[in-house]
């Protein structure tokens, strides 16, 4: 078979929990703070997981939202949705089953996401940082 025939392998399909720890780590490694993974099944049909991440600073926001992008395409793994990047205070990257959000400081306290889902299970991310208690 000519090589230009092949076809490379398509990617094993990632579990949700494996999209949030990549992402999770690639978050981690542009300094994000307060990263939450909320596992939230058993509460909503929306999603199986949120992951909530603050950004200091609208560039860093987009680091963030771009160093998230890059690790996921890189898995064969594309956003079905992206929403809020120009505005800069906060962005929403739906992967179907993991909804990730990464917000400024300020939008983060104002939509209160924490509270708002509140019994949701934590997922214990390792990333050595304890995500501050919302208020």
Do not use: C, N
């Not at 306290?109 to 208020?135: H, K, S, V």
């Amino acid at each position: 078979m000519p090589e230009s025939s092949r076809r490379r392998p398509a990617p094993e399909a990632l579990t949700a929990e494996q999209v949030v720890r990549l992402a999770a780590a690639a978050a981690d490694a542009k300094h994000g703070r307060d990263i939450l993974a909320l596992h939230v099944r058993d509460l909503t049909s929306i999603a199986d997981y949120f992951l909530l991440i603050s950004a200091g600073s609208t560039a860093q926001l987009e680091a963030i939202h771009d160093a998230i992008d890059a690790a996921l395409s890189a898995e064969g793994i594309e956003p079905l949705h992206v929403e809020g990047k120009a505005e800069g205070q906060w962005v929403l990257l739906d992967y179907a089953d993991v909804i990730i959000h990464v917000f400024r400081e300020e939008a983060r306290t104002f939509y209160g996401l924490e509270r708002l889902w509140g019994d949701a299970p934590r997922l214990d991310l390792g990333l050595g940082e304890t995500p501050a208690a919302a208020g």
